[in-house]
């Protein structure tokens, strides 16, 4: 305390001085007085006011205190009443066990009475409940056979709460009311029928069917007011719970499963459509028995039933069922393509599931693919397996084909532009597109691989046709008569190169996005040169057989006989005119250089005969001169085996003429292809002959 005191004084002193610091401020001392004063005894006030209430807090705590011991010794003593009653009461309670037996006795003869009246007539209204239920007066059979059941179950609730191990007299109970069983059963396989027609039934008598749902959700409540019961007392009633909403779900389930399976109505050995139209048939029958059940059944069936959504689901699931059962199947390839398309399209398209008609409670966003991604990725494969095999396959048959036509005698058909062609092209092509097409309506990442299939195959497939033209060759040589139209056959041989080319390009231009054309395009350059290197072989074969043909008359030329008279130069050019009259049939650019140039290179021949065949001497330098005018490459050796072939002119007049030539001027046309450029006269010959 006396602590305590010497701190208040030091502070007090420090506050203080703290005030009087300058002279000024002892003029305010009795300010500063008063203000002390002040919170003193405001100080003084609050503490005497916490003291007070601490004071009443235990005064009050004080009086509850002896408030709860009086309590305690109240309850001590009624403790003390109850306890000296009870001992008292074990002999009375013991006296009373007759008169609860004589009650539960009595309980059980009231209930006999009450269902003595049902008992008596057990028989009769079980043969009642038979006619009805034969007369499908369903919800009268069911109330009768529920006053049935309610007696039967009354009687052994009351058994079995009087003695639960008596089961000779449950025996006996449920022995009387056997028959009961069997109406219940009876009167299932009736309802059971009905919901198996439902979706014929709600069109033509709905009422049927409501009646049906309401004898259901009368057993629901029955099922759950047993079970609770047995919570309490343990006793279950027999046939109990009968289930008939999981029951009716389950028949459903079963009977849309038996819709979906029966739509096979063909074998592949008796329609090759068979797939189509089990497809076409299961979307037809699903879209409109979930339409009847949208717009019909839900109005007989209660909300929490969800008879819609739970339809729908058991469609969904046996249409999975089914697909994953064709899809286990050795299918062929058009078939796979077929289920597929349907899988991944038809389903979701508005001709099924994504019709108007059963918007918005069928959203196919939700919806679980009908197969695994792994059993449709096993399909594509075998898909993409069987197509490559038909691919080959059909593309030599294609070839066979085209090489039986090589042998025809009759000249190949000509497109609208008058060129020569065969059907080849034209059936390859089309396979692809009918191939791609339908690769098209499965998806986009399959139609892009049957396209890279294509063109892989394509390739493979000209490296044989070019083999196979080889052959061709090489079997007309042998035998120049045969075949008859060998030159318009490779005429046509030529032009489907350009066929080829031209299809290549369409195929990929019309099936091919450009962000996959990079990797596509890379088998492009090696099918351009294979097709070039037929058409140009091609081409030399042309060349050869016009070669062949000229061969006797051109050894004739500088002979005896060609000297006579001889008819060798005339032959000559009406050989090739003929022959180039078939070239001009040849396609751009194949024809660019060789077929295009027929003309040119005839008119070559006529001018050059002209120089030969002129008669009078007077006149060649002027002949020759044009001839120099017309070909601007012509050199001194062409021109001086030319006047040596003819054989009339002096050495000093050839000399001259050239001399002449050489002198005038020489302005080439710009456009002038060389024709001499590359024609090379042996200077050995040219000597001889100018001797």
């Known amino acids: ?16 001085a703290g005030m009087l610091q300058r002279p000024d401020q002892l003029d305010k ?14 100080v003084e006030a609050r503490l005497k006011a916490a003291i007070q209430s601490q004071l009443d807090g235990v005064r009050t705590g004080l009086s509850q205190l002896h408030s709860a011991l009086n309590d305690v010794t109240d309850i001590q003593r009624s403790l003390a009443d109850v306890s000296r009653d009870w001992r008292q009461s074990i002999n009375t309670v ?4 007759d008169v609860k037996d004589a009650v539960v006795r009595h309980s059980q003869l009231a209930a006999a009475v009450e269902n003595l009246k049902n008992i008596f007539s057990v028989p009769e209204i079980v043969r009642e409940t038979q006619d009805l239920i034969e007369q499908g007066a369903l919800l009268q059979a069911h109330r009768k056979l529920m006053d049935l059941e309610c007696s039967r179950d009354g009687l052994m609730y009351e058994q079995y709460r009087m003695d639960s191990g008596n089961t000779r007299d449950m025996t006996l109970i449920h022995g009387y009311f056997g028959s009961t069983q069997g109406l219940s059963d009876e009167l299932a396989k009736q309802l059971w029928m009905v919901l198996q027609r439902s979706l014929v039934t709600v069109r033509r ?15 629901e409540k029955i099922d759950r007011r047993i079970l609770d019961r047995k ?3 343990g006793f279950v009633p027999p046939g109990r719970p009968k289930n008939w909403k999981e029951k009716m779900f389950a028949i459903l389930d079963r009977t849309v499963t038996t819709r979906i399976e029966g739509t096979q109505a063909d074998t592949r050995e008796s329609d090759k459509m068979w797939l189509v139209r089990h497809l076409e048939i299961i979307r037809k029958y699903v879209l409109d028995d979930l339409i009847v059940a949208k717009n019909l059944m839900v109005q007989c069936f209660p909300p929490h039933y969800e008879i819609f959504r739970n339809l729908l689901s058991m469609y969904h699931q046996a249409l999975s069922t089914r697909m994953q059962e064709l899809a286990s199947e050795d299918l062929e390839a058009n078939e796979i393509v077929s289920l597929l398309t349907w899988v991944l399209n038809t389903y979701t398209s508005a001709e099924m599931m994504g019709n108007a008609e059963l918007a918005p409670e069928v959203d196919v966003s939700t919806l679980e693919p009908l197969l695994s991604p792994d059993v449709v990725s096993e399909l594509l494969d075998t898909y993409m397996s069987t197509l490559t095999s038909n691919i080959i396959a059909w593309l030599r048959k294609a070839l066979e084909t085209d090489k039986k036509d090589w042998l025809k005698e009759t000249e190949p058909e000509a497109d609208q532009d008058g060129y020569y062609q065969t059907t080849l092209p034209a059936i390859v092509f089309q396979m692809f597109e009918q191939n791609l097409q339908v690769a098209a309506q499965i998806s986009e990442d399959l139609k892009t691989k049957v396209l890279v299939l294509c063109l892989q195959q394509m390739n493979s497939f000209l ?9 061709y060759k090489e079997q007309h040589l042998r035998d120049r008569q045969h075949p008859h139209c060998y030159v318009q056959y490779v005429i046509a041989i030529i032009n489907n190169c350009q066929t080829f080319k031209e299809s290549i390009v369409s195929l990929k231009r019309k099936y091919l996005k450009s962000d996959a054309e990079a990797g596509v395009s890379l088998s492009q350059p090696s099918m351009d040169g294979i097709l070039d290197a037929i058409a140009k072989e091609g081409c030399g074969s042309l060349l050869e057989e ?8 051109l050894s004739e030329l500088m002979t005896r006989k060609w000297l006579l008279g001889s008819n060798a130069v005339d032959t000559i050019c009406v050989t090739v005119e003929d022959y180039f009259n078939d ?3 040849i396609k751009k650019p194949y024809k660019k250089g060789f077929g295009e140039d027929a003309d040119g290179y005839c008119d070559t021949i006529t001018a050059v005969a002209e120089v030969i065949k002129l008669t009078d001497p007077s006149l060649l330098y002027l002949e020759v001169s044009t001839l120099v005018s017309k070909y601007p490459d012509i050199r001194d050796d062409h021109i001086g085996a030319l006047l040596a072939m003819r054989g009339d002119t002096s050495r000093d007049m050839k000399q001259t003429i050239i001399e002449t030539l050489e002198q005038g001027p020489t302005q080439a046309n710009p456009n002038y292809v060389p024709i001499f450029k590359e024609i090379v006269v042996p200077s050995l010959n040219v000597a001889k002959l100018l001797k």
Request: without cysteine.
């Open 1 to 16: 305390m006396k602590e305590t005191d010497r701190e208040a004084v030091a502070t007090a002193v420090q506050r203080v």
């Open 29 to 42: 001392v009795e300010q500063y007085r008063r203000r002390e004063a002040r919170k003193k005894a405001s």
């Open 583 to 585: 070239f001009a049939k």
């Open 463 to 471: 490296s044989r046709y070019k083999d196979e033209t080889q052959s």
């Open 94 to 97: 013991e006296s009373l066990k």
């Open 231 to 233: 919570k309490q007392t």
């Open 205 to 219: 008598d709905p009422t049927l069917l409501v009646s049906v749902v309401r004898i259901i959700e009368r057993e």
């Open 546 to 553: 016009v070669f062949l043909d000229l061969e006797q008359h």
